[in-house]
């Protein structure tokens, strides 16, 4: 790791970062069901996932290997071009995140690599068919696969377990909620702690550190792992709350059919040679459990929120991708550029985040009825979304200020899209807002 | 051409559903048998039957979660 340049320490860095908002973002889909039924409390739940994402980083580096294999072709990729995929998968994830949205980490990662790949050589760059296979068609599969098993796992489970006693029936649930969800955090770590390790080799092989086909080296390997589950250690919250509370309302039998679904339809489509996305699968499994009690209820408006924000990951992380890839080829100051930007959008994002604070303490308060009282409020978290992050955009990068602002303009296409998916899923906004406010205004409300 | 694997998402589907239900199926029974249990021992008795079907159940749960866990590191 001597000759590591600049350029690939930036890469390296981001990378982990990425690897962070995945964890981060993907801690509900093994432990949103758990901690809204009740089963663990929320601290304890999102540890254990972290112990179990970490545990299975060390378990295997085939995933590692085979990342973004037949996607983009992969000679002739530069570091930069990585950067610029790992810039828009990071503020997908963390706008998502911040609208409290479950979608998927590997497609905003897929999204961002093709948009950085048609950016840097074109659209012969791209292997359509395979976007196809890996991308589209999994993501309409995975969430009724496992939305079908999980409602039809709820059903027998209700049908059978009617006379169960009231005891042996919270013990026996609780523990079997908390065995299939550790399953699905293990698998998550040796899936998606994998892609960094993946990602960061690539990157290593493309500026000639290692050689091509080289395995991960153990200190990515350790990086990868602590990432992911310092991530998933912090919780996305508003996901979680939005999995959990948002999307149905459960109760532990439910919860228990959709970790199992959820999990049996991970292992099952990574070892039978049908990739599914993890957060596809789990949400599909919470709304099919959900359905599968009699009267229960999927809320639709939240469901279909996240729908589109699936359907838009991968243009959207592509979009962002694409410009930070413009820019980032300028040379030096234009890497420089991207990185500042990327520093100043999480900042912002995250500052947008402590105006309505959700965590561990409210993580479970339902927000069903704010939902629908929340109009004033609909415009103006939007608002606010969209001119932070104008407002950030042009990142005081010093000299080469005016030839920068030409620059800028290129990459204004990324707060349009911003603007475009907040408007597309405000709504969500207010849903949050209803709980939180009142007590998180004092403390952050001054961006 | 496009070329989609039914066949693999084929057989995602059908083993995610029969490994689901059947865990799930189990997994109940499993409780099922732990009450009876529970209330035979409240009114004195034993229910040796439910008990020992509760814990084949259970063993059967373990089973599947520990190939869970040799797909996963295999």
């Known amino acids: 790791m001597e000759h590591i340049t600049l350029l690939l320490a930036i890469v390296i860095v981001t990378a982990l970062v990425f690897d962070f908002t995945n964890g981060f973002h993907d801690t509900a889909n093994a432990m949103a069901t758990t901690i809204s039924t009740g089963a663990m409390k929320p601290k304890a739940a999102v540890a254990m996932s972290a112990v179990l994402n970490l545990v299975g980083a060390f378990l295997s580096v085939e995933v590692a290997k085979t990342i973004s294999k037949g996607l983009v072709r992969e000679e002739g990729i530069q570091p930069e071009v990585i950067l610029a995929a790992l810039v828009g998968a990071i503020l997908w994830n963390l706008l998502t995140w911040l609208i409290g949205l479950p979608s998927s980490s590997s497609h905003a990662l897929m999204g961002g690599l093709l948009g950085a790949t048609i950016a840097s050589i074109g659209v012969s760059g791209v292997n359509g068919g395979v976007v196809v296979t890996k991308v589209l068609i999994p993501a309409v599969a995975a969430p009724l696969v496992a939305g079908i098993a999980a409602f039809l796992a709820a059903r027998l489970t209700y049908k059978l377990g009617k006379n169960v006693g009231e005891k042996s029936g919270a013990k026996g649930y609780k523990a079997g909620q908390i065995a299939s969800a550790g399953l699905v955090s293990l698998a998550h770590g040796t899936n998606d702690a994998q892609k960094t390790m993946g990602i960061i080799t690539l990157a290593l092989v493309a500026g000639g550190v290692l050689a091509p086909g080289s395995n991960p080296p153990v200190w990515v390997i350790v990086s990868a792992g602590m990432a992911i589950a310092l991530g998933t250690y912090l919780g996305g919250w508003r996901i979680i709350r939005t999995m959990g509370k948002g999307l149905t309302d459960l109760q532990p039998q439910q919860g228990f059919a959709a970790q199992t679904s959820a999990a049996a339809v991970i292992l099952a489509s990574s070892n039978l040679g049908f990739s599914l996305s993890t957060t596809h699968s789990c949400s599909g499994a919470v709304m099919g459990s959900g359905l599968g009690r009699k009267g229960g209820v999927v809320r639709w408006s939240t469901a279909t929120r996240m729908f589109v924000a699936w359907g838009l990951t991968l243009p959207a992380a592509g979009l962002v991708a694409a410009a930070a890839e413009f820019v980032a080829r300028q040379g030096d100051w234009g890497i420089a550029a991207v990185a500042v930007f990327l520093v100043a959008s999480c900042a912002a994002i995250w500052f947008i985040s402590r105006r309505q604070v959700v965590d561990h303490n409210n993580v479970n308060e339902t927000d069903g009825p704010a939902a629908d009282a929340g109009t004033p409020a609909d415009t103006e978290p939007a608002g606010v979304v969209t001119t932070a992050i104008a407002a950030v955009t042009p990142p005081p990068a010093g000299s080469a200020a005016a030839e920068e602002a030409a620059e800028e303009a290129a990459e204004a296409v990324e707060p349009d899209a911003a603007t475009a998916v907040t408007s597309d899923v405000k709504p969500s906004i207010p849903a949050q807002s209803g709980a939180a406010a009142d007590s998180a205004r004092p403390a952050g409300a001054n961006v | ?74």
């Not at chain 2, 048998?33 to 039957?49: D, R």
């Open chain 2, 1 to 74: 051409m496009i070329d989609i694997d039914w066949a693999a998402l084929g057989s995602v589907f059908g083993v995610s559903l029969v490994a689901t239900v059947a865990v799930v199926g189990l997994f109940t029974l499993g409780i099922l048998g732990l009450s009876k249990q529970e209330a035979a021992t409240a009114q004195g008795g034993t229910a040796p039957l439910a008990r020992t079907g509760a814990y084949a159940c259970f063993a059967l749960c373990v089973a599947a979660v520990a190939y869970g866990i040799f797909l996963i590191v295999a």
